[in-house]
């Protein structure tokens, strides 16, 4: 019998994937800023992790690549004419611009929403509010696809709310569920949503690189979620570790279930957060904290070896969590050393699993900024449209698609390439129908 379960929705990489050195306070994307990407590479990677996802017994679904470059946003900025010549002038008269309409940046879909389950929910909807992702010129694009994509997934408005993203102001900076935690005893039952924000807009900044969540923007998508106050939790991230390179909460924190594993250095007020999630929890679970210390892992390994950036899982028929760790934390030494005593325990933590997702990690994306989390009741799942799951055939399906259409290699300025363009866009137009998206999905197609 089904049962209420996490289904994971993985944003597919798309065509354009390229290192063009966009996130400021995303060490990963500096540091690697012009490389050659291996765009198709990328995506077979993404496309591996889905299915080893499934084949490991959870529900896997899958989000479409967003249509770039944008040619919708530069008609915007005044170029005009064709699809081409928009692209053409365009790249003649400011190539930076164009380098930020063409970024395949939706692929990081733990950015995509906050999520909040249907036990949490005062309407006893699913509730989803996409990340306006203002921090970031190149990511701020995103939203409205975003809205659109969430509701070809889950079509069924009596079943699932797809909020509008919210204002396009510094003040609502919003990254989704990369700043976002639940917690809870069983996914079907009430639990306690745990809000990061790096920032309190009313205040003055903290930090050297940009904090992309503020607490303004958690309080509302709480209240449009119609969450209970007392088990809901707002923390504020360490300033410390958004300038170490923790662009994200979901850097240096990942929790599932009862469990949340984080670096000491995560919060700024560590041990109010920690009784703060105690007391929302009061009469539901008894949290268990995993807290790793900096001695046992600096810092600064924690965020190049990405441990935290890692997804935590309740497989089926295993007893303990399992903790989807990208490749980076096996090969460092600090990481390394400590997945192997936390798994030699009897922590809440007995598995890990290492996953090759280099590609996509050489932009500061780890397994867990691959996903989104959608905590679906057997009538839920079985109201999402089936086409955006993943199995066998799927999988597939998929792999043929991306090896037919995608560049083996792609240098950062090929995207001013209406060559390029044009494939992308003959590939997602295929695309549209192999996930059921519905005529006109993508603007150029209409
Ligand atoms: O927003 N990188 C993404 C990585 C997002 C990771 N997500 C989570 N941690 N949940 C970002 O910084 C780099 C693109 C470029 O430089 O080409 C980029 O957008």
């Not at 003649?92 to 036990?119: D, E, K, Q």
């Not at 970031?136 to 409205?144: A, F, G, P, V």
């Not at 009061?282 to 904290?289: R, T």
């Not at 989104?372 to 839920?380: H, I, N, Q």
Request: glycine share 8%; charged share 20%; proline share 5%.
């Amino acid at each position: 019998m089904l049962k209420t379960s996490e289904a994971n929705y993985d944003g597919l990489i798309g065509p354009t994937h390229n290192y063009g050195g966009l996130s400021e306070g995303n060490l990963a994307s500096a540091k690697n800023k012009g490389l050659i990407a291996m765009p198709r590479e990328a995506a077979l990677q993404g496309l591996a992790k889905m299915k080893r996802m499934h084949g490991a017994g959870l529900v896997q679904g899958v989000l479409p690549p967003q249509a770039r470059p944008d040619v919708t946003q530069l008609r915007l900025m005044g170029f005009s004419g064709s699809d081409e010549q928009v692209l053409k002038t365009a790249w003649m008269a400011n190539p930076l611009l164009v380098r930020n309409m063409s970024s395949a940046s939706s692929m990081w879909s733990a950015n995509a929403a906050t999520v909040s389950p249907s036990a949490d929910c005062e309407d006893g909807r699913l509730h989803f509010t996409p990340a306006n992702l203002s921090t970031m010129l190149h990511r701020s694009i995103e939203s409205e696809q975003t809205g659109k994509a969430l509701k070809a997934a889950f079509p069924d408005t009596n079943k699932f709310m797809v909020h509008d993203a919210l204002p396009l102001q510094s003040t609502y900076s919003d990254e989704g569920a990369a700043n976002h935690v639940r917690l809870c005893d069983d996914e079907g039952k009430q639990g306690v949503e745990l809000f990061v924000y790096g920032r309190d807009a009313f205040k003055h900044l903290s930090t050297k690189f940009p904090s992309r969540q503020t607490l303004q923007a958690s309080h509302i998508i709480a209240t449009h979620h119609g969450l209970d106050g007392t088990r809901t939790v707002f923390a504020k991230q360490a300033a410390k570790v958004i300038d170490a390179g923790a662009f994200h909460n979901d850097v240096v924190c990942v929790g599932a279930r009862q469990c949340l594993f984080y670096h000491e250095y995560a919060f700024e007020d560590r041990l109010g957060t920690l009784s703060a999630i105690e007391k929302a929890a009061k009469g539901l679970f008894e949290p268990q904290f995993v807290e790793v210390s900096n001695e046992e892992v600096p810092i600064n390994d924690a965020i190049t070896a990405y441990l935290f950036n890692s997804m935590l899982v309740q497989l089926p028929g295993k007893e303990r969590l399992t903790l989807i760790a990208p490749t980076e934390t096996e090969d460092n030494p600090y990481t390394k050393a400590y997945c192997d005593r936390l798994i030699s325990g009897n922590g809440p933590i007995g598995e890990i699993i290492y996953v090759d997702v280099r590609q996509s990690m050489r932009n500061g994306g780890g397994p867990a900024c691959l996903r989104l989390r959608v905590v679906l009741t057997p009538d839920e799942r079985v109201a999402a449209n089936q086409k955006m799951l993943i199995d066998e055939a799927m999988f597939e399906t998929l792999s043929t698609w991306v090896k037919k259409h995608y560049r083996e290699q792609l240098a950062p300025d090929a995207v001013g390439d209406p060559a390029l363009m044009r494939e992308s866009y003959a590939a997602l137009d295929e695309l549209t129908k192999i996930l059921g998206l519905g005529a006109g999905f993508y603007s150029f197609q209409r």
